[in-house]
C-alpha cells in the first residue's frame, strides 16, 4: 500500500485525466504499473468509476476478465465502445468469463450462464445486468447472493458489496452499475 499501489495509481491518473487531459492520465500511469499490477489495476479502475480508462489504458486487452469488466461499464456510464464490445463478443461460445461478459453486455441470455462453477461472479453478473435493466429487486437479490456466498477477497464479492451500498442510498438509487 502507498503511493505506488495500484489504486493509488489508477486515481492519480484519474485525477489527471480530469485536470489535464485524458492522455496524461493515460501515460503516467502506463510509466507506472508493473506487470503484476494489472489486475489490481483493472479492479480499481472498475471499482473507482473510471471507465475510459478501463477501455483506453489495455487497449489490445486479451484478459476475458477485462472484457467482462469493460462490459459492466457499458451498462453503468456513457463510455462509447460498443462497436469493440459487439466486435470482441461475436462468437457464441467461449470461456466463463467470455459468456458471462456476453451475457452482461445483453448478448446472451441466463441459460448461457447456468453451468457456470464460480457461482459469486455468475450472480454478480446477473446484478449488473438487472441492474442496467432497471429491475432493482433483481439486482439487490443477486448481489446479496454475490456477497453472501463468495471468498472475501474476490473482487465480484466486493463489486456487489459496493452496489449494495449504493442502492441502499435513496439519493443513488437511480445510479446504474
Not at 485525477?15 to 480499481?44: F, N, Y
Not at 457499458?74 to 451475457?103: C, K, P
Amino acid at each position: 500500500s502507498g503511493a505506488t499501489d495500484p489504486l493509488t495509481l489508477v486515481r492519480a491518473a484519474g485525477l489527471l485525466q480530469a485536470t489535464r487531459d485524458d492522455a496524461a492520465g493515460r501515460e503516467w500511469l502506463v510509466a507506472r504499473l508493473k506487470p503484476d499490477d494489472v489486475r489490481p489495476a483493472v479492479r480499481a479502475m472498475y471499482e473507482s468509476g473510471e471507465d475510459e480508462l478501463l477501455w483506453t489504458i489495455f487497449p489490445d486487452a486479451t484478459s476475458e476478465w477485462i472484457w467482462l469488466l469493460r462490459a459492466a461499464t457499458l451498462r453503468r456510464s456513457a463510455v462509447d465502445h460498443a462497436a469493440a464490445h459487439h466486435s470482441h463478443y461475436a462468437a457464441a461460445t467461449g470461456s466463463d468469463e467470455y459468456l458471462l461478459g456476453r451475457y452482461v453486455a445483453g448478448l446472451a441470455d441466463e441459460k448461457t450462464v447456468a453451468s457456470i462453477k464460480d457461482r459469486t461472479q455468475v450472480a454478480w453478473a446477473l446484478g449488473v445486468r438487472a441492474e442496467a435493466e432497471r429491475r432493482l429487486d433483481d439486482a439487490i437479490a443477486w448481489y446479496d447472493v454475490a456477497v453472501a456466498g463468495g471468498p472475501l477477497a474476490q473482487p465480484e464479492r466486493r463489486f456487489a458489496k459496493q452496489r449494495l451500498v449504493a442502492l441502499s442510498e435513496p439519493i443513488t438509487r437511480d445510479a446504474a452499475p
